[in-house]
């Protein structure tokens, strides 16, 4: 949006002593502007000084996580480059109001950063910048940079396991923050001026900064976001064949692999994608998808991998195969944990079975969806978003149906001329809240319940492909567990800002009645009836209200759901329930 400023709080923190290069009168590369190093080979940790106090980041642990020298990470759907340098030579730019030539257009900024202060682990450290284009006008912006050593794991790119000192290596945590800030679509980027450091005690410091390429001529038609980090097998040379359900369709595909929360690369054999017959089996023969031409990829940890386009056309409302052959051994992987759908693998040791038409290989299931996160297709209007909990998710509606809410919202679409048929990119884990972080972030898990709705709107939300509108579902888990109303309204309030920020539109849906449930108590529903009095009123925070509460709500006794509507357990609606959710949705509201 033009003239938008990304507005993120700041935590006051002391900084880094020392100073930063003085800003360049001509816009230049970001590398020639590099004044500090930050990585130091473990053999030699006196060469860096990262923090003015003698602390640097691990080549070993970088090289570890695959975040090698000039390594291209895609993360957020940007593609930032990891510098090129040797460890021990200067790496990164302690901003100070420098001009760092970057040109082209795109839907938003990122930044590679991490936060530091010479009197150890500080807050966050914050600025305002400016954003040049070709045609004279300006935008600003607010970057934060997390503290690289008390950062939030939930929201870091990767972590260390390491820090390196002039007296050695030492075992703490490490981590660097990729940070999004919204650029006026449309306009061509010529300059971007850094922050301006307030002290001199604490320092921004930037490592790798691009444009994010807007996904025109791309609409999301399935999506899946990370729920976790779970310990897997392990698998050893094993293919999986995975099923999705596309909501439109296009001449054209692609897939996203994310290897979020991992501290090590994962490695991609072979991928393929087919229709789905029956079960496991292929409707046609598997076509191969390819990364950067290559039939392998390496995912660096926490980074992404999008297949380049492939001539396969995708049938809307229908059931694909996406096969991925991991010919390593592996340990944990990044899931979405509930799926209400049965996926496939092969046996250890079977290798690549991704060329299979028939199901005979994959003698195991799955109920997660491990590593892969959305299908693209070619063309289309462009995609809505579903940010919500379980319910969302599609929790006790009918198994292998395809019976979710935002399912039965894309058949709707299809089904009428009067708006465009958008892709519905489901966004929902089961078990998130708004305001609390579920899984904190970082190591294997058993808590597959996500990391809060405000951490992950950026990855789940505002990088999906062509994402138009956002639906934000959510809040019931937060009630339940003791936050309040205010806490909520004030988490929505940031997604609806921070949205807004980006340009997409943003639609508030009313937290459904769960009386009847176990924690669904007296206080739990004044906190309810509380938010979804500000979701109803309004007040100019979001652009249009679903009222979701009403559409399954008993009028006899407004804090349960109707038993018709009822999944069984008070909480989640059955396929009934679902029907009335998408039939809520004013569909003119969707654009």
Not at 11 to 27: M, Q, S, W
Not at 53 to 76: H, K, N, V
Not at 164 to 174: F, V, W
Not at 373 to 389: C, E, H, I, N, Y
Request: net charge positive; glycine share 10%.
């Amino acid at each position: 949006m033009a003239g938008a400023v990304c507005t993120v709080t700041l935590a006051n923190a002391p900084a880094l002593a020392g100073p930063a290069a003085p800003a360049a009168k001509e816009p230049l590369p970001l590398e020639r502007l590099f004044d500090n190093t930050a990585v130091s080979d473990d053999a030699r940790p006196r060469e860096a000084d990262f923090d003015g106090a003698g602390g640097s980041f691990s080549a070993q642990d970088l090289a570890a996580a695959g975040w090698t020298p000039g390594r291209e990470l895609a993360i957020d759907g940007s593609r930032l480059r990891w510098p090129r340098s040797a460890p021990g030579k200067p790496d990164n730019v302690r901003a100070a109001g420098q001009v760092v030539r970057l040109r082209g257009t795109g839907d938003a900024l990122s930044f590679l950063v991490a936060g530091s202060a010479v009197s150890g682990p500080g807050g966050d450290v914050s600025g305002t910048g400016t954003v040049r284009y070709r045609d004279g006008s300006r935008t600003t912006y607010r970057l934060t940079a997390p503290d690289w050593r008390r950062g939030l794991l939930t929201t870091k790119a990767v972590a260390l396991p390491h820090l390196n000192t002039h007296t050695g290596r030492r075992t703490e945590t490490t981590r660097l923050h990729a940070v999004t800030v919204p650029v006026a679509r449309g306009r061509e980027v010529e300059s971007v001026v850094l922050p301006q450091s307030a002290r001199a005690a604490v320092q921004l410091h930037v490592f790798s900064m691009a444009l994010r390429a807007p996904s025109n001529g791309w609409t999301g038609s399935w999506a899946a976001p990370p729920s976790g980090y779970t310990a897997v097998g392990p698998w050893k040379d094993r293919t999986l064949r995975l099923v999705v359900h596309s909501s439109a369709g296009g001449p054209l595909t692609r897939i996203r692999l994310e290897n979020t929360f991992a501290a090590e690369p994962v490695r991609i054999g072979h991928a393929t994608v087919a229709v789905q017959r029956k079960g496991a089996a292929a409707a046609g023969s598997p076509r191969t998808l390819t990364f950067g031409g290559r039939q392998a990829a390496d995912v660096p940890a926490g980074a992404q991998q999008f297949s380049d386009p492939l001539g396969f056309r995708v049938p809307p409302d229908t059931s694909l195969l996406v096969s991925i052959h991991l010919p390593g051994t592996v340990r944990a992987l990044p899931v979405h944990n509930y799926t209400n759908q049965r996926s496939f693998l092969t046996a250890d040791g079977s290798g690549d079975r991704t060329a299979d038409k028939a199901e005979g290989a994959y003698t195991g299931t799955l109920a997660t969806w491990p590593l892969l996160t959305g299908v693209d297709v070619a063309g289309g209007p462009g995609s809505v978003v579903a940010l919500g909990d379980s319910i969302t998710d599609g929790e006790r509606s009918t198994p292998e149906t395809n019976g979710r809410w935002p399912d039965l919202l894309a058949r709707r679409l299809r089904a009428q001329q009067a708006v465009p048929a958008y892709g519905v990119l489901n966004s929902g884990i089961s078990g998130n809240r708004v305001v609390d972080d579920r899984y904190q972030g970082s190591g294997p898990s058993t808590t597959l319940s996500g990391v809060s709705a405000g951490h992950r709107l950026e990855r789940d939300v505002l990088a999906q492909t062509s994402a138009r509108t956002v639906i934000v579902f959510e809040g019931v888990n937060d009630i339940r567990s003791g936050t309040t109303a205010t806490q909520v309204i004030a988490a929505l309030r940031s997604i609806a800002e921070r949205a807004h920020e980006r340009g997409l539109r943003v639609v508030a849906a009313t937290i459904a009645p769960c009386g009847g449930f176990h924690d669904c108590t007296a206080t739990a529903e004044a906190h309810r009836a509380a938010i979804n009095r500000h979701i109803r009123e309004n007040g100019g925070v979001y652009d249009a209200v679903f009222d979701f509460d009403a559409a399954i709500r008993d009028p006899e006794h407004p804090e349960r759901m109707l038993p018709r509507f009822d999944g069984g357990d008070h909480l989640h609606p059955n396929d009934a329930g679902m029907k009335a959710f998408s039939d809520a949705v004013d569909l003119r509201q969707l654009g």
